[in-house]
Structure formats: structure tokens, C-alpha cells
């Protein structure tokens, strides 16, 4: 789960899509602005997309905006930046839109439907040094998803005041929030999930990662953020009775990554990990999973 891989992300992306469609009402009147500029503006709406991953971000909010979007993708691992044409080539298909792609990592990707035109250019970049290009000139909207809980909160603070400087809209989904709910419940539940906790909060590149508080902070930055913080829950709800949704395969991937992460935290547990590890993998297909997230953004 801190392995980036595009499997991971693939397998986590229907319940990241379910959980955005969960908090989209709580923005849908807020976009209006950036909805007028994508349809009637001279020029695309200039959309920035942190830690991209293979552009699950872009799938989930380009077409509730519509109109004509220009996104520049950053991420740092180029294997996930190829896999972007790859994976828009294949959600385009299910949506019935057309993709253009050149053949070069940096030539323009283009996803086009009725109302809906969206240019993508990718930038491999490691965000943890905050190079330059993050100035956000003349960029209508900075997002991303699943980055917050990654980074620390000095790194936040700068992030935060660099797009308040640009006068940007700013939209981050799915950051963990720290709640969890496993239907059936466990004894050693709450052992697991306070040892995988405390392995979020570890450095992942950026400083001590702010892990479930990241939203909290974000919250208590309102002077520095300058806007009104909207927040809406964005809950992960898998069932794993619910054959062919890849529910099992994700409670797999989520039990044995809460229990790596745990043991790395506290081997000394290892008996009653690896034992809740056991009893969680043979419940799979009756267990009901809520993993809290939310998402947040500020409209100027
Ligand atoms: C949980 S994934 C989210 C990916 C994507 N936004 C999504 O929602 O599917 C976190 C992403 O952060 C990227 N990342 C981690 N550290 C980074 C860094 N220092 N610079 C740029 N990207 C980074 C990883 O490569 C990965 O794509």
C-alpha cells in the first residue's frame, strides 16, 4: 500500500471512484466557477495534478467539470507516469469517449467526448523537493488524490501558501481520516490498526507524514489556505461478498499491507499480527470494510 505499483492502484480505483461519487454532491455548486472557464474561457482550464500516480484524478474530476482542460500530470515514478496513456486509453473506452496519444512520453494525450476536450502532459518530478515548476502561474486549479496523509505539515504549510499565491482553486481527495470499521469485528483490530497508524505517520519522502491528521491541519490552516475549507466524506466500503466488484482482492491487499506495516512498526507483535492476519484472510468473503476518507477544496 506505500508500494505505489499500478496494480495497487488499479485495484483500489473502483472504491476511490464510488467514494468520490459519495462527496461530489458537497462540491457540485462550488465548481460552477471553474465549469464557466473550461466552457467559455480563450483558453483550457490549466489544471495541476500532484502525485498522479496513473491518472486516476483526472478520470474522476475532468468530466464533472467538462469543457476544455489542459492538465499537466507530476509524479516522480516514471513506471506509473507510462502507464497514464494505458489507463485513460481504457477508461475512455468504457465511457465511450476517443483518446489521441502521440508516442512520446512527452507528447500531448488527448481525451475527447462530447462537451468534454481534456489535454494531458505529463512531468516526471519529485514534489518532496518542491521544485520551481510548482509556482502555479496562470494555473486555474491544483489537485490531488491520495497525497495528503503522505506529507508532512511544514511541506503542506508550503504547498498551501503557493497556491494561495496563485489565486488557484485547490482540491484534495481521498486523504485518510483515521476512522475504520470491519464488519465482523476482531479482538486485535484495534492493535493492528494503531501499529499501521503509527507507520503512516513515518516519513514517506516529504517529513513525517501527517497521515489521518492531515485534514485536521489543513482545517486549522484556514488564514493561510484564505478560503472557505469544503469537506465531504469520500469512504472506501468494501464488501467482500459482493463477487466480481475485486472486493476480496482488495481486503487481501488492504490485511496483508495493514499487517506488514504493523510488523515493521512493532515486530515484537508478531504472534498476534500474523494470527489476526490468519483470521482476517479466512473472513474475507464476510467482511464488510469502511476506511474513512475525505476530500476537501477551497474555491476562490
Ligand atoms: C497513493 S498514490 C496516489 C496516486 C494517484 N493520485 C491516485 O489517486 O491513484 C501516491 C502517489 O504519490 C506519488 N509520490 C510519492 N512521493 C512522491 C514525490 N516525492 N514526488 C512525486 N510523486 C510522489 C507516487 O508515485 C504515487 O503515484
New binding site residues.
Partial sequence: ??A?TSG??AL??PF?VAARDAAWPAFAAQCGDLRRRATHGARPLAVV?????????VR?LAPRIGGWQRWQL????PA?LTEVPRAMAGWAREQGYRVQAGSGPRDVLRVEAPQLRVDLVRCC?????MPDTMAFAQVDLVT????LD?VSAPWLDMLLARVRASGAAWWW??SVDGRIDWDPADPDDALVHRLFEQHQRRD???GPALGPDAVPYLRQRQAVVGCTVLEARSDWVIEGARAGTGASAMLEALVAGMADAALAQQPAAADAVRAWQARRMALVRHTRLVVGHLDVAGFA
Fill in positions: 500500500m506505500t505505489f495497487w492502484l483500489r480505483e476511490d495534478d500532484l502525485a498522479c500516480g496513473s491518472g486516476a484524478n474522476a507530476l509524479d516522480h515514478d506509473l518530478v519529485d514534489l518532496a523537493r490531488a488524490s491520495a497525497l503522505l481527495g481521498l514517506k519522502g516529504f
